[in-house]
């Protein structure tokens, strides 16, 4: 009974040139998205000069812009028409 079980490793065939790609290039996506997160969730720390000018305050009037009556280009002029009488 024991000379009938076939303890051999199944036939694998190689994996193909294209099956290799398929492979590497999931890998390659994978440790791409693992440093996109871990980029997203891990601040990064800026130079102190843009950090000292964020926390400036500044004041009103550089803030606010002043809005002049801008041209409107997109309209069209309006046809001069004759009165009714």
Do not use: W
């Not at 997160?37 to 601040?43: E, G, H, K």
Request: net charge positive; proline share 11%; glycine share 4%.
């Amino acid at each position: 009974m024991a000379a009938e079980l076939d303890f051999s490793p199944p036939e694998i065939p190689e994996p193909t040139f294209m099956e290799n790609v398929l492979r590497y290039g999931l890998f390659f996506g994978a440790i791409f998205q693992l440093i996109c997160v871990l980029a997203i969730i891990l601040p990064v720390s800026k130079s102190h000069k843009t950090d000292s000018d964020s926390f400036e305050p500044k004041n009103s009037e550089t803030v606010k812009k002043p809005k002049g009556a801008a041209p409107q280009i997109s309209k069209k002029p309006k046809k001069e028409t004759k009165k009714k009488r």
